[in-house]
Nanobody
Framework: QVDLVESGGGMVQVGGSLRLSCAISGRTFGGTMGVGWFRKAPGKEREIVAA????????YYADSAKGRFAISRDNAEDTAYLQMSSLKPEDTAVYYC?????????????????WGQGTQVTVSS
């Protein structure tokens, strides 16, 4: 079993920044995992925001995140991050991190068997 715990969400004003963290623990077999950040806003489908491969060499950003968000990882701490800047009201959502053993970067939710509980991000105007 692999456990993921997100933190760092909260309320921020338009144009502000937040850094989300995703702590990964459990039976990771001592290796790194691919990580994706997803979000779900009220009345909308869950969508991917960003993802990074197990090796860390490949990453993916949704168009809405390009130029504003950055995904990274600290393998020594088994933690992944999503740095969000220039936040907009439409970024308001519950943000989830997810993990996979797949080597290739995964950009759909079906590619991730392990999920965190989510953290709320609210951007106020």
């Amino acid at each position: 079993q692999v456990d993921l715990v997100e933190s760092g969400g909260g309320m921020v004003q338009v144009g502000g920044s937040l850094r989300l963290s995703c702590a990964i623990s459990g039976r990771t077999f001592g290796g790194t995992m691919g990580v994706g950040w997803f979000r779900k806003a009220p009345g909308k489908e869950r969508e991917i925001v960003a993802a990074i491969s197990r090796s860390g060499t490949d990453s993916y950003y949704a168009d809405s995140a390009k130029g504003r968000f950055a995904i990274s990882r600290d393998n020594a701490e088994d933690t992944a991050y999503l740095q969000m800047s220039s936040l907009k009201p439409e970024d308001t959502a519950v943000y989830y991190c997810a993990a996979t053993y797949s080597n290739a970067v995964q950009i759909t939710s079906t590619g991730y068997p392990y999920w965190g509980q989510g953290t709320q991000v609210t951007v106020s105007s």
